[in-house]
């Protein structure tokens, strides 16, 4: 084994005491596109400490460090990410209800606090019962659906700056559309939320998430790796109106295709790599800047693009 190899070895041991740690690991096991290169190390840290222990050693070694939820507003290059991504799904997931407030660790599924909150007769979270991210990942670009968003549940956000941790209220957290205060800090790490949800009726509940469903299920690609909306949606009009009327729904680039049933999204339908999404990206915006003079700007994130 040569020099770099055993000094991987020797930190994917140190890193292998603090959670589960995955070396030369594929992004396209861990993104909802299923594209992305290969990551030195994707840890699942065991707790708090271990994060933190986590973030030392990324510093000692004076390698990059990304959080990451479940990847489903990401579009990594193919490029290898030589740091390491910490992922907090597997172990800083849970969830404590407290009447009509729930604390909830960055890691949950926001799927599965929206079904919980339903059987505890919360309403608030109907519009997130089918947006497939973590809770870390939707109060860092503020999520939503049918005009709602995070900002409206979320009364306090936890947060990891250096290695002290802070609560901050909504208002610091400078929530807007698709955007907050944690976009300008990408060294922060969101480590849990207090939601502050209405006291409401199961039944009705269940009835507005099963509609929201019926309208994701008719409207979107459900069916095909995508990353949701690829572009946030411009004042005039919806951005998937730009993209038909420039004639690019359906349009591909070897596996990367616009959607036929939702021109916003574009979906890796066979074996797209990370570029042929891009050219594909940039493409829209081109034509769509061309004949409209409007700037179409990415709901997605590009990630480990540039050197
Ligand atoms: C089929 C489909 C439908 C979708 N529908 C919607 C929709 O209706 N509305 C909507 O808003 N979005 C939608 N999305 C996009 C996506 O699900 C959301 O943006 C989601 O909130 C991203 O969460 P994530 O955990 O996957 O974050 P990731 O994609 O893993 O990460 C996104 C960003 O958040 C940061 N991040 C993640 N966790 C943390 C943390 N703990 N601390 C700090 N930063 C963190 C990452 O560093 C990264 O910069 C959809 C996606 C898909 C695939």
Redesign the pocket.
Known sequence: MNWLGEKMKDLSIRLKAFGDCLVWESLKQH??FKVGGEVMYYVYPKSLLALQRVIAIAKEENLPL?????????LASEKPFHGIVVN??RFMNNTIFDEEHIFVE??AS?IFVAFEAMKHDLSGLE?AS?????I??????????YKS?MSEIVEKVWVLKEDRTEWMSAQECEFGY?SSV??KH?D????GVMLHLKRSNMQEIKELMDSRRER?MAS?P?EWP????IFQNPENQPAWKYIEDVGLRGHKINGAMVSEKHANFIVNADHALADDIAELIGLIQTSVKERYDVDLKT???M?NWND
């Open positions: 993104t909802t990304k959080v990451m939820g479940k990847g489903s507003n990401i907090l799904d960055a890691g926001l519009f089918g947006i497939p991210g973590t870390g990942g939707a109060c860092f670009m503020n999520a939503g659906a968003s698709r944690f976009q990408p922060w790490i969101i480590l994701r979107q459900l995508c990353a949701g909306s709901e997605v994130e990630f």
